[in-house]
């Protein structure tokens, strides 16, 4: 029985972790929300490597209901992170993508206009 509470401790601790990182997300703080993400996917890690696997309820396991309702409480806090971080990441891909279409923008404006007019670099006719 103790391999069940320690994995029940792993998922309250998740959980935990989960919601700190709902706070995080709501503040913008990116560096401490990708911190607590990691933490969660070590906890996760040790549970896969583990092998410990989700006992049912109907094993009649203590902590198995409260582990489901950890483990729901998890995913929920997941989506709401990704509320906030999802439109974060669509603004960054977007200026990314802004550069990148300007860089080659102005590096193919700048061989057609040397190409047009040798003597003026600048393409502006003359």
Do not use: C, K
């Not at 391999?3 to 503040?27: I, K, N, P, T, W």
């Not at 929300?33 to 989700?54: H, P, Q, S």
């Amino acid at each position: 029985m103790p391999a069940m509470s320690s994995q029940f401790d792993r998922y309250q601790e998740m959980s935990a972790l989960s919601a700190r990182m709902v706070d995080a997300a709501r503040g913008g703080d990116w560096d401490g929300l990708l911190d607590l993400e990691r933490r969660v996917a070590e906890i996760r890690d040790g549970l896969v490597l583990n092998g410990d696997r989700f006992e049912d309820s109907r094993s009649g396991a203590p902590h198995s209901g409260r582990m489901r309702d950890l483990i729901q409480q998890i995913l929920d806090d997941d989506a709401e992170v990704r509320r906030h971080t999802e439109p974060w990441m669509e603004r960054v891909r977007l200026l990314l993508a802004g550069h990148r279409s300007g860089w080659q923008v102005g590096t193919a404006g700048e061989s057609g206009a040397a190409e047009r007019n040798p003597a003026n670099s600048s393409g502006y006719g003359g």
